[in-house]
């Protein structure tokens, strides 16, 4: 997941808003301390700190709202949990993927900041090392990955499960198939007569046999795509709903595997091109509302036999306070 354009400038406020900069400096190790333990593992302020100022930059669900300091806490307690977990079973999650991640990350800030250089002299300014930024988000990304493979151990499903999901969701008329595609699209010129649309259909087989003898989909559109509105992303069109699909599309797409492309696809105003990026099958939506439940079934059962113990006073009446509120029926309801 790449960041949205988020300024270093708001993650650096919203460490201010805890009183020191987010990313200790050197000058300010001395202020650290311990504020809770789990199992084994010391939490110390400045992890508080470093989540808060993560969660806010990372997750989608977080940007634009302030994170606080329970909160984090809490987020940080239940993974470390999860991460224990998994390491105790000797559960790995992939080096290379995660380094792809953190250097994802680190362009979207840069291109946030107005480009390289702008970041770094930002970074200077504030005296924050680049190295510490990639560092922090390194070990969350590995840790969130390790503690995802913890819960996901744990989800079963059959194809009973499966297809009792799939009644109850047509039932309630929910979405419960999509594709998530990427295209290259040739309109008709305006007016265009039967010789102009013949030479546009000719334009998508040519580019076809390109496809065919090896050029990478998203060179190809940059090239040809007349859709200004996707031509920069690579031509991604986002998940679609199978039902809404155009029935010529759909009829296209419909023995196509992850990866694979359609031959020209004709339409009423031009000609597209499909690429099937992923399916989301009515699996992945099961799975996807088993995993929340499981992973906090799987966070309550490791919190009941662990030593957890918060030694900050105000952070630890905040945490209860969260426990409660995330406990209560109404947030069950949600």
Not at 272 to 290: C, G, K, V
Request: hydrophobic share 40%; charged share 30%; glycine share 4%.
């Amino acid at each position: 997941m790449k960041p949205s354009a988020l300024t270093l400038c708001a993650i650096i406020c919203l460490a201010a808003s805890f009183g020191a900069p987010r990313i200790a400096r050197c000058d300010e190790q001395s202020l650290d301390r311990t504020v809770a333990l789990v199992n084994s593992e010391l939490l110390y302020l400045s992890d508080v700190r470093h989540e808060a100022m993560l969660a806010q930059m990372m997750d989608a669900e977080k940007r634009g709202n302030p994170v606080n300091a329970p909160e984090a806490l809490l987020a940080l307690i239940n993974r470390k949990l999860l991460v224990q977990y998994a390491s105790q079973r000797n559960m790995t999650v992939d080096n290379a993927i995660i380094v792809r991640r953190v250097e994802d990350w680190i362009a979207g800030l840069a291109q946030s900041a107005g480009g390289r250089e702008a970041y770094q002299r930002r970074l200077a300014k504030e005296n924050i090392d680049e190295e510490q930024v990639k560092r922090l988000i390194y070990q969350r990304e590995k840790e969130r990955m390790l503690a995802q493979r913890a819960a996901a151990s744990r989800v079963q499903l059959n194809q009973a499960d499966v297809q009792a999901f799939i009644k109850q969701a047509e039932a309630e008329g929910r979405c419960v198939e999509q594709a998530v595609l990427a295209h290259i699209w040739l309109p008709y010129p305006p007016e265009a007569t039967e010789e102009d649309r013949a030479a546009v259909r000719e334009k998508a087989r040519s580019i076809y046999r390109e496809l065919e003898n090896g050029a990478p989909f998203n060179s190809l559109v940059r090239s040809y795509s007349q859709d200004a509105a996707t031509r920069a992303q690579d031509g991604y069109l986002g998940a679609i709903d199978i039902t809404a699909l155009d029935a010529t599309v759909a009829e296209a797409l419909k023995d196509k595997a992850p990866g694979e492309f359609t031959e020209p696809v004709m339409r009423e105003k031009g000609c597209q091109l499909l690429l099937l990026l992923h399916r989301i099958t009515p699996r992945d939506y099961l799975y996807r509302e088993r995993f929340e439940q499981f992973s906090q079934d799987l966070i309550e059962e490791l919190r009941n036999d662990a030593t957890i113990e918060i030694l900050d006073e105000e952070l630890k009446r905040g945490v209860e306070t969260l426990r409660q509120k995330n406990d209560s029926p109404d947030a069950a309801s949600r």
